[in-house]
């Protein structure tokens, strides 16, 4: 079985640019979860989805931050415009609801210069 | 409130033993306990509720202590595969459901 995709693996970019982070779940499974992941804060989680609808955003940092899930296997994370601190690793993961693991993808590796 | 863990981080010889502790400050419903090696993504382990018995994976187990609002996860006879850094993620009672807030990992480096 397919695992959770994500795209692009690595994007390196200049601040004030947009970046935009994809997410493919799991199909099949019911909640969506963004993570950013720093040496500073750790494993953070910014939003999550439940059947497609935001639950809980009240991880994004700011309004630079932006996440929608127009459907159910298909996800994007945005930032415009990017800075050089949004700099990190993030994470998507997708899980069946109620109390289930959560299954993350590889990541993406982001630098903003 | 992000749950603590303890110790920061860990050495071990292969064969020894290690106990990893997460706290939280709120009574929890769920701990979920998760492995990352290097430059890759969580690896899922084991997840204990609320009112559940240990849980087991390989030779790595975990126990919920409600009362204390803490969970352990315990390392038998490691092995050179168990070297990573170790989340627990809490999820409070009355909680939307899978929402997850991770300590901030233990690190643990298996030598031979």
């Known amino acids: 079985d397919a695992g959770v995709i994500q795209s692009p693996r690595h994007e390196v970019t200049e601040m004030g640019q947009e970046v935009t982070l994809r997410c493919k779940p799991i199909s099949g499974h019911n909640s969506l979860f963004w993570y950013r992941q720093t040496m500073m804060r750790g494993l953070e989680l910014l939003i999550y989805f439940n059947n497609n609808v935001p639950i809980d955003d009240s991880g994004m940092p700011e309004d630079r931050f932006s996440a929608k899930m127009p459907n159910a296997s298909f996800s994007t994370l945005k930032i415009q415009p990017s800075e050089p601190r949004d700099s990190a690793v993030y994470f998507c993961a997708s899980s069946n609801p109620g109390f289930q693991p959560q299954h993350f993808g590889d990541g993406t590796r982001l630098s903003i210069l | 409130q992000q749950p603590v863990q303890s110790p920061q981080a860990v050495i071990l010889r292969e064969g020894e033993d290690a106990v990893i502790n997460c706290s939280s400050s709120k009574a929890l419903y769920s701990v979920h306990w998760y492995r990352q090696k290097h430059g890759e993504a969580p690896v899922f382990l084991m997840i204990?509720?609320?009112?559940?018995e240990q849980k087991g994976h390989e030779k790595i187990s975990a126990s919920f202590n409600e009362k204390k609002q803490q969970s352990s996860l315990y390392l038998t006879a490691s092995q050179l595969s168990y070297s990573g850094t170790y989340f627990c993620g809490t999820e409070p009672v009355k909680a939307a459901g899978n929402k997850l807030t991770f300590g901030g990992g233990t690190r643990v480096l298996v030598k031979p």
């Open positions: 204990l509720l609320k009112g559940g």
